[in-house]
């Protein structure tokens, strides 16, 4: 099962929330949504780059960094097939 990331959380939250209280339909959160999703998603690639690029020569912890890059890990962790 793939994580969910905290945006992706609170989403799903804020829409069962609203959709229980009838006030979904009310407001297009959509666009708003996915800007936090994109930069969340920035963030963690940029994060994982960033510890690979720290720990390339300690071939240890290399070994546990099965990704090649960020968006290779961000996919493998997060997005669902």
Do not use: S
């Amino acid at each position: 099962m793939k994580q969910q990331t905290a945006v992706e959380w609170l989403i799903e939250k804020l829409k069962k929330n609203d959709i229980a209280y009838g006030m979904f339909d009310l407001y297009n959160h959509d666009e708003i949504f996915e800007q936090a999703k994109q930069m969340e998603k920035e963030q963690i690639i940029l994060a994982a780059t960033e510890m690979k690029r720290e720990v390339i020569g300690n071939t240890l912890f290399n070994k546990e960094m099965k990704f090649k890059n960020g968006e290779e890990y961000y996919d493998e962790t997060y997005k669902t097939k």
